[in-house]
């Protein structure tokens, strides 16, 4: 599974961006999917998972109220919509996918993209 992460840019604080992950698997509903970003110095952190079928999703507490995670699985991509971005939430943002729910949870993916730089300015 190849996973390409797009969207990102430079935005204002208060301003919003959509993040998509776009998956090249025929079977992308079989994947859990997650967002993580890495700012740097700082180590890998969690922002959201949705469930193969989108039923159910999990936020980290920094982007919870704030970010929302939604998939189209006839598209094979996975987005993360990002409102009333702050400056602290500045970091490569990277998609990741596994058959295996947890792995994604845990940052044990299988499968990673490349990352999309997301800055907030002040």
């Known amino acids: 599974v190849q996973l390409q992460a797009s969207g990102g840019g430079l935005v204002q604080a208060g301003g919003s961006l959509r993040l998509s992950c776009a998956a090249s698997?025929?079977?992308?509903?079989?994947?859990?999917v997650g967002w993580f970003r890495q700012a740097l110095g700082k180590e890998r952190e969690f922002v959201a998972i949705i469930n193969m079928r989108g039923g159910s999703s999990y936020y980290g507490d920094s982007v919870k109220g704030r970010f929302t995670i939604s998939r189209e699985n006839a598209k094979n991509t996975v987005y993360l919509q990002m409102n009333s971005l702050k400056p602290e939430d500045t970091a490569v943002y990277y998609c990741?996918?596994?058959?295996?729910?947890?792995?994604?949870?845990?940052?044990?993916?299988?499968?990673w993209g490349q990352g999309t730089l997301v800055t907030v300015s002040s």
């Open positions: 990741a996918a596994d058959p295996i729910y947890t792995k994604v949870a845990s940052k044990r993916a299988d499968y």
């Open positions: 698997a025929r079977t992308f509903s079989n994947y859990a």
